[in-house]
């Protein structure tokens, strides 16, 4: 554990543990996998007693689902911040989401994993797949836009299921180690973006 540095207690205060303890499962999830670490190891790392996180936690699969829904929910905020930087509904905004995506999954890769497990979390999966529906609005909100839809329509859902699962796949080859960049040297973003224009049903916006 030399690579993490234990905080001192005296950095936590009532209504923060849960928090840091979700920060430090993530710090060790990303260095050791999330097998690789003990509620013990996540409270040294927190510096708390072993017996802290059980008022917020029934176990470590419990921690796990909620670093879980964490990184849907961070996800989620840097897919709309990523929107947000271009003019909304147009083919920029939308594959400025699928970046933000694939490389949320690069930067974080065991975090990305773990959202996506089919393991069972605690017995929390629907309440792991409402955060994650939650995240998923992003993309369907933003097609919406592009499309003109003044809600999510099936049409929108149509049209954007291809895109998700492009920069999903895309995501995965990339933490796969399978983008040799001498078998494939392209360049990430720009292939998100020409499978954007291809993907999106002509007559929406376009480009901004």
């Keep these: ?17 849960r928090g840091q303890l979700i920060s430090a499962a993530r710090s060790l999830i990303e260095e050791h ?61 939308i594959s400025a989401i699928g970046r933000a995506y694939v490389n949320f999954a690069i930067r974080e890769p065991h975090a990305f994993r773990l959202m996506f497990s089919t393991q069972a979390h605690s017995g929390r999966i629907e309440e792991l797949r409402e955060v994650g529906r939650g995240s998923y609005g992003v993309l369907l909100r933003e097609v919406a836009r592009y499309t003109g839809e ?5 049409s929108v859902i149509r049209n954007a299921f291809p895109l998700w699962t492009q920069v999903h796949g895309l995501s995965f080859l990339a933490i796969d180690g399978k983008l ?23 007559g929406g916006q376009g480009k901004a």
């Design 33 to 93: 996998g999330p097998d690789g670490f003990s509620m013990s190891d996540a409270c040294r790392l927190a510096g708390v007693s072993t017996a802290a996180p059980y008022r917020h936690f029934a176990s470590k699969q419990d921690l796990l689902t909620d670093v879980a829904k964490d990184g849907l929910q961070r996800l989620g905020v840097e897919m709309e911040d990523n929107a947000s930087q271009f003019t909304r509904g147009t083919v920029e905004s």
């Design 180 to 202: 040799d960049v001498t078998a494939f040297p392209v360049d990430i973003d720009e292939s998100i973006l020409i499978a954007t224009e291809r993907l999106l049903p002509p």
């Design 1 to 17: 554990m030399a690579k993490n540095k234990v905080q001192k207690k005296s950095a936590y205060h009532h209504g923060d543990l």
């Design 150 to 154: 003044p809600e999510i329509t099936e």
